[in-house]
């Protein structure tokens, strides 16, 4: 059976791939492509229009970038996707829309900008006049993963109103629904072992 991209990197290259060692990796669309700003998450464009939706990364862990993800978008309005574009160096397949989609960066691992966002890849649309949602969903095969600069296998999320300005879904002519990222802790995340150390 066929394996993804993102699983052949994780499990061929690393010495052994421990998941999730990023758990706060975050997916976005946004519009306009300014990173600078905050991200458009809805656009209503007129019949027979087309707009693009960029595949944005951020909440970056210490391991800063990225090799690779898998995802699906799961799209509600009338309309067709035209062009689907990998933004990284790296190979891409499957239809982001049919079977899911897995992006890679190739040999050089991506890093965000100083916004502390990578825009990975780009989806053009044409709108046909129906309002409805792109969500980002969870490759069929291989998950909601992702892989960092050490070839760590992370799982991302999607950004949700309570830890974000905005959705991390999209909207077309309606606001997309919510994502599910959970807010930020400001407890910082250690294991059992770490703190028993403490008192040693």
């Known amino acids: ?15 052994p791939a421990f998941a999730g060692q990023n758990p706060d990796l975050a997916m976005f669309l946004d519009l306009d492509n300014d990173t600078a700003n905050v991200p458009v998450n809805e656009v ?14 951020d909440s970056f862990g210490p391991n800063g970038g990225l090799l690779g993800a898998a995802f699906l978008f799961q799209r509600t309005f009338a309309g067709f996707k035209l062009l689907q ?3 990284m160096p790296g190979l891409d397949f499957g239809d982001v829309e049919v079977d ?26 044409l709108y046909l006049g129906a309002p409805g949602t792109i ?29 974000n300005v905005v959705s991390g879904h999209f909207g077309v002519c309606m606001t997309p629904p919510d994502g ?12 059992w072992g770490g ?3 403490l008192y040693r």
């Open 1 to 15: 059976m066929k394996r993804l991209l993102v699983v052949l990197m994780v499990t061929a290259l690393a010495a």
């Open 44 to 57: 209503c464009p007129a019949v027979n229009e087309t707009f693009v939706a960029y595949v944005c990364f």
């Open 85 to 87: 574009l990998n933004l």
């Open 100 to 125: 899911g989609w897995a992006i890679t960066a190739g040999a050089d691992c991506q890093y965000p900008d100083e916004n502390g966002v990578l825009v990975a890849a780009s989806v053009q649309y």
């Open 135 to 163: 969500t980002i969903a969870p490759h069929p095969i291989d998950g909601n993963s992702a892989a960092d600069c050490n070839n760590e296998l992370d799982f991302w999320c999607v950004h949700s109103i309570d830890g």
């Open 180 to 191: 599910n990222c959970a807010p930020i802790s400001p407890v910082e995340d250690a294991t």
């Open 195 to 197: 703190i028993k150390s």
